[in-house]
C-alpha cells in the first residue's frame, strides 16, 4: 500500500509539473500576461533578501532624488513570489497590497510600492502602464509623489498611493469562468480589453470599499485601473 500511494504521489507531480509547463509556454507566447504578487503584511521576510531578476525586471528606475516623508512608499517585501518558472515567461509581475483604513474600509491603493528596495509598480499601475505600451523604466516619479504615465500624471503624494472613486460593483463587467468553458461567453469579448482573472466567490477573501460592504482584491484591482 505504501508502495503504491508513493507512485500515486510521483504520478500526481508529474502531472503538476506537465501543467505548469503548459502554463508557462502559454505565457511566453502571450506576451501580454501579468502576474501579480499578494502582499498580506503577515508573512516574514529576511530584510537582506534582493528580489530575483525575473522579479526585478518589473521595478521602476531608481529615483535620482529622495521622496519626500509623505510620499515615501508603503512595504511589501512580504509579498509571495510566483514560481519562478511561471514568472519568467510573463510579461511582468505587479503587487497587491489592499490597505484599509483604520476603521476597515479600503479608500486607497498603493501604485508603487518597496519591495526590497525598489520601487515596484502594484498590478494596477503595471497592468494599466501596459496596456498603453509604456514599460516599467518608462514610469517617472516626482519627489513630490506624481507618477507619470505616458501623458497622464495621477496624484501619489500620499505614500504614492491613489485613492481610487470606488463605484458600484456592477460597473465593472464581471464573467464567470464556468461561461467561458461552456461557451456562452465569447472569447473576442475581450479583445482591446484589460482582463483581470482572481476569485470573486464568497470563499475569497473580502474588503469594505466606499461603494461596496464586500469587494474582492481583485475587484478593488479593477476600481483601480477603472
Request: glycine letters at 4%.
Amino acid at each position: 500500500r505504501d508502495l503504491r500511494a508513493i507512485e500515486q504521489l510521483f504520478a500526481q507531480a508529474e502531472r503538476n509539473l506537465a501543467a505548469d509547463h503548459r502554463l508557462a509556454e502559454t505565457l511566453r507566447r502571450s506576451n501580454n500576461i501579468l502576474l501579480t504578487m499578494f502582499a498580506s503584511g503577515t508573512t516574514r521576510f529576511d530584510p537582506d533578501m534582493r528580489a530575483p531578476r525575473h522579479i526585478s525586471r518589473s521595478a521602476l528606475n531608481p529615483m535620482s532624488e529622495q521622496l519626500t516623508p509623505l510620499a515615501t512608499p508603503i512595504s511589501a517585501s512580504d509579498a509571495a513570489l510566483p514560481p519562478a518558472r511561471l514568472a519568467k515567461n510573463a510579461d511582468g509581475v505587479g503587487i497587491l497590497k489592499i490597505t484599509p483604513d483604520k476603521d476597515g474600509i479600503v479608500r486607497s491603493a498603493p501604485l508603487v510600492l518597496d519591495h526590497f528596495g525598489a520601487l515596484h509598480p502594484s498590478s494596477a499601475l503595471l497592468g494599466a502602464a501596459t496596456s498603453l505600451n509604456i514599460s516599467p523604466r518608462e514610469i517617472s516619479i516626482s519627489r513630490d509623489g506624481l507618477i507619470k504615465l505616458g501623458n497622464l500624471t495621477l496624484d501619489a503624494s500620499n505614500a504614492l498611493s491613489l485613492r481610487p472613486h470606488f463605484r458600484d460593483k456592477r460597473a465593472i463587467t464581471t464573467v464567470s469562468a464556468a461561461s467561458l468553458l461552456n461557451g456562452s461567453t465569447k472569447a473576442e469579448s475581450f479583445r482591446n480589453r484589460i482582463v483581470i482573472i482572481g476569485a470573486t466567490d464568497t470563499n475569497a477573501r473580502h474588503f469594505a470599499t466606499p461603494a461596496a460592504s464586500f469587494m474582492a482584491p481583485v475587484e478593488i484591482m479593477a476600481q483601480t485601473i477603472a
